[in-house]
C-alpha cells in the first residue's frame, strides 16, 4: 500500500485533507445570518453553533479555543468570522491566526453599519477568498502527517467486537507508520480506565488520565448525576450492551494496543506524535468537534445504530458494526464491519480496509456524511449559562 496523499499545504507547515472557505460566527445571535451569508457565496460552508454569550470564564476560553481551533484547521483555506458588539472575540482570534499565516477575516455587527452592508461587505470577502483557495494546488504528504480522531457514537454488542477493535488495528498501524490518533470520550472509559493508564508512556501521562476520568465523574455527581448508573443507554441497551463496563471496555478498543503518549484538553492540539487521549464528552457531536478543533484532519466514527453525525469541515468516515445496519442504511456506511460476522473477514483485514479508506478519503473520496452534507457542530459546555 502507497502511504501517501494529495493535501493542502498551509503557510504554517500543516497540511489538509479539504480545502474549504467557511463562515462562521462568534456568537448565537449570528446563527441565522451566518447561514444567510453562506447562500449567497455557493460553495462556502456555514460553521454554526449557538455558543458565545453569557458564558462562564471557562465556556468562554473553549470556545474561543474551539473556534481558533476550527478556522486555523488544516482542512480550511479561508475563514470568515461574524462578530458582534465591542467585547466580541472575533476580531482578536483573527490577528492570532494571522500570525500563523491563515486567510482569515472578520465582520462585527454593530450600529455602525447595516446587516445589508455587512452581509456585503462579507459576500465580496467571500467570493474573492474562494476563488483564491480554487486556484491552491495539492502536493504530496506521507501518512505521518495525518491526525486521525476515533469516535463512535449509537455502540451496540457487536460494537467492541468488530468494529471498534478494527479501528483498532488501523490505529496501531498508523501510529507505526510516524502518525497520530486520538481517542476521545472520557465517560466511555469509566470503568476500563486503569487499562489505559497502564499502557502510558510515564506515570506522569497515566496519572493524568486517571484524574480527567475522575474529574468528569465528580463534575456529574456535583449535579445530581451518576454516570455508571446512567450508562449502558437506553439505545445501548437496545443494541446488546448490557453495563458500563462492557461499553466502555469496548470503546477504548479504538485505540489499538499502542502506547499511550500524551491527554490533552478539548480542542487542544497533540504536542507528541502516536496514540493520544482528548478530553471530551461522550455527546458524539461535541466530542467531534473537539477532535477537529484539535487538528483531526479525517475522524474515524463507528456505530450500531447508524448515527449520520458529521462535521463542517473534516470527513468523517462511518465503520458500521453489523450486517444488518449495512443492509438498513448502507447509504450512511463507508466501511462494514459487520462482515467479520457474515464473512470471516478478521480484525485485521477490516483494519486494512480501514487504512485504505482513510487514504482514498485524504486523496479526496467523498463520505457518507459530506455527501448528505451532516455538519453538525455543537461545543462542550462545562457550565451553566450566566
Request: aromatic share 6%; net charge negative; hydrophobic share 35%.
Given at each position: ?129 474562494l476563488e ?72 506522569e501521562v ?31 441497551k437496545t ?148
Amino acid at each position: 500500500m502507497l502511504k501517501t496523499f494529495e493535501g493542502y499545504r498551509r503557510a504554517n507547515g500543516s497540511i489538509g485533507v479539504r480545502n474549504h472557505t467557511i463562515v462562521i460566527n462568534t456568537v448565537g445571535e449570528l446563527a441565522g445570518l451566518t447561514k444567510k451569508l453562506a447562500n449567497l457565496v455557493p460553495g462556502v460552508i456555514p460553521v454554526v453553533h449557538q455558543a458565545g454569550q453569557s458564558q462562564y470564564s471557562e465556556d468562554s476560553d473553549q470556545t474561543i479555543k474551539t473556534l481558533t481551533g476550527t478556522a486555523g484547521h488544516p482542512n480550511v483555506s479561508a475563514a470568515l468570522f461574524l462578530g458582534m458588539g465591542t467585547e466580541d472575540p472575533a476580531e482578536g482570534i483573527v490577528e492570532t491566526l494571522k500570525k500563523d499565516g491563515h486567510h482569515v477575516y472578520s465582520i462585527i455587527f454593530d450600529k455602525k453599519k447595516s446587516i445589508a452592508e455587512c452581509l456585503e461587505e462579507g459576500k465580496v470577502w467571500l467570493k474573492n477568498a474562494l476563488e483564491l483557495s480554487k486556484q491552491q494546488k495539492t502536493e504530496k504528504a506521507d501518512v505521518s502527517e495525518l491526525t486521525i480522531g476515533l469516535e463512535c457514537g449509537g455502540s451496540d454488542a457487536w460494537s467492541g467486537i468488530t468494529a471498534n477493535p478494527s479501528i483498532g488495528a488501523f490505529s496501531d498501524s498508523i501510529v507505526a507508520d510516524g502518525g497520530t490518533s486520538v481517542l476521545a470520550e472520557t465517560t466511555e472509559a469509566v470503568g476500563a480506565e486503569h487499562i489505559l493508564a497502564n499502557r502510558a508512556v510515564n506515570s506522569e501521562v497515566g496519572n493524568r488520565f486517571l484524574e480527567i476520568v475522575k474529574r468528569y465523574e465528580q463534575r456529574a455527581r456535583a449535579v445530581g448525576e451518576d454516570i455508571k448508573a446512567a450508562n449502558p443507554s437506553p439505545g445501548n441497551k437496545t443494541g446488546g450492551l448490557t453495563t458500563l463496563e462492557e461499553k466502555s471496555l469496548g470503546c477504548i478498543k479504538k485505540g489499538g494496543n499502542s502506547t499511550l503518549m500524551e491527554v490533552i484538553d478539548y480542542a487542544h492540539s497533540p504536542t507528541e506524535k502516536g496514540f493520544i487521549f482528548m478530553d471530551t464528552p461522550g455527546y458524539d457531536v461535541e466530542s467531534v468537534v473537539g477532535l477537529v478543533a484539535g487538528g483531526a484532519q479525517i475522524v474515524l466514527f463507528s456505530t450500531g445504530k447508524g448515527s449520520p453525525t458529521g462535521s463542517p469541515i473534516a470527513p468523517v468516515i462511518k465503520i458500521g458494526t453489523n450486517p444488518k445496519l449495512y443492509k438498513n442504511m448502507p447509504e450512511h456506511i463507508d466501511v462494514n464491519a459487520g462482515k467479520i460476522i457474515d464473512q470471516n473477514y478478521t480484525i485485521d483485514q477490516i483494519g486494512e480496509e480501514i487504512y485504505s479508506k482513510v487514504l482514498q478519503v485524504a486523496n479526496g473520496e467523498i463520505t457518507a456524511s459530506e455527501k448528505f452534507h451532516n455538519q453538525e457542530f455543537s461545543i462542550w459546555r462545562l457550565a451553566e449559562t450566566q
